[in-house]
């Protein structure tokens, strides 16, 4: 698994979500419970995971949809 987006944006995990739903890209929002009981503060992003494999493809469509911004660097992993 690759983490290619870490966001406290709800509206932002939403949106990444349904984009690569669109094309089949199963995700993982990893961190969601402990980001949910942590309130506000924003101490703990969601971070969401692709498959190794359609990583590159959900880089691609995310930097076309304009969300290239959110992306993780890929030596950040």
Same mark, same amino acid.
């Given at each position: ?5 870490? &966001?406290?944006d709800?509206?932002? #995990?939403? !949106?990444?979500?349904?984009? +690569?739903?669109?094309? @089949?890209?199963?995700?993982?929002? *990893?961190?969601?419970?402990? &980001?949910?009981l942590e309130?506000? #503060?924003? !101490?703990?992003p969601?971070r +969401?995971?692709?498959? @190794?494999?359609?990583?590159?493809? *959900? ?9 290239g ?6 030596n950040?992993?």
């Amino acid at each position: 698994m690759r983490e290619i987006v870490r &966001s406290n944006d709800p509206v932002l #995990i939403s !949106a990444v979500e349904a984009l +690569l739903a669109g094309i @089949d890209v199963p995700v993982l929002v *990893a961190d969601a419970a402990i &980001s949910t009981l942590e309130g506000a #503060i924003g !101490a703990f992003p969601r971070r +969401l995971l692709v498959a @190794d494999e359609d990583e590159a493809t *959900a880089r691609r469509l995310l930097a076309e949809a304009g969300l290239g911004g959110e992306l993780v660097a890929e030596n950040r992993r």
